[in-house]
């Protein structure tokens, strides 16, 4: 069975800084692709960023990057920059026959 | 495009009443999920079609759970009769390339129901 682990349930950052979420799965696909998705208040979830499990090179969206060791099985999430529009629960997740999702990271943006 | 369209946003019933709730797929969208999110239990799958056919139903938590997808552009998820611990926010989800896919799954704003 595939598992996403997020073991960090509550974040904080101050505003500008940098913070990195951590994400772990398991998963016995040889061919997957891994996302996280951001959930703000108004509770829709969002696509911030996709990386393709077979692409060596780390994807980046703006202020968003992952860090994706797969031999390791860690896809963490380093926002830059932080801002308060960026407070919201982010969720990884990671395909296979269905999309596995993690428990959350609730992150609060300090001003 | 409008995006994954879902209705009511709110609802609040009374156990043993019949809920349903309704969702309407970005067009082109061959894919529809339906996801119940909880604090205890994270987000769930509970059904997923392809092609209006229901592909993998084993996270409907039991026989009150019914989904249907009459057509491509619009799907169904019925509980009869509701309980206080089925509330909780329903997502439903649309995609081009379905799950083992590369695709993004697009969420809805999701139902909070509510059973008293």
């Known amino acids: 069975a595939q598992t996403v682990t997020q073991s960090q349930p509550e974040m904080s950052v101050q505003e500008a800084e940098t913070v990195t979420l951590s994400c772990t799965y398991d998963t016995s696909e040889s061919d997957y692709y891994l996302f996280w998705y951001k959930q703000p208040p108004s509770r829709q979830m969002i696509l911030v960023i996709r990386?393709?499990?077979?692409?060596?090179q780390n994807a980046t969206e703006n202020r968003f990057s992952v860090n994706f060791q797969k031999a390791a099985k860690s896809f963490s999430l380093k926002i830059s920059d932080s801002q308060l529009g960026d407070a919201a629960m982010y969720f990884c997740?990671?395909?296979?026959?269905?999309?596995?999702f993690g428990t959350g990271t609730s992150l609060t943006v300090i001003p | 495009d409008a995006g994954v369209i879902q209705s009511p946003r709110h609802e609040v019933t009374e156990m043993g009443q019949e809920v349903t709730l309704r969702c309407k797929p970005i067009s082109g969208h061959d894919y529809l999920f339906w996801y119940r999110q909880t604090m205890m239990r994270g987000l769930e799958l509970l059904i997923y079609f392809n092609n209006n056919v229901p592909i993998d139903d084993s996270g409907m938590p039991e026989d009150r759970f019914s989904a249907k997808m009459p057509n491509a552009s619009f799907s169904t998820l019925k509980i009869q009769p509701s309980e206080p611990r089925d509330s909780a926010v329903y997502f439903c989800?649309?995609?081009?390339?379905?799950?083992?896919?590369?695709?993004?799954?697009?969420f809805g704003e999701g139902s909070r129901l509510t059973v008293l």
């Open positions: 989800a649309s995609s081009t390339r379905g799950l083992a896919g590369r695709g993004e799954l697009f």
């Open positions: 990386q393709e499990a077979y692409k060596q």
């Open positions: 997740a990671c395909t296979g026959n269905q999309f596995y």
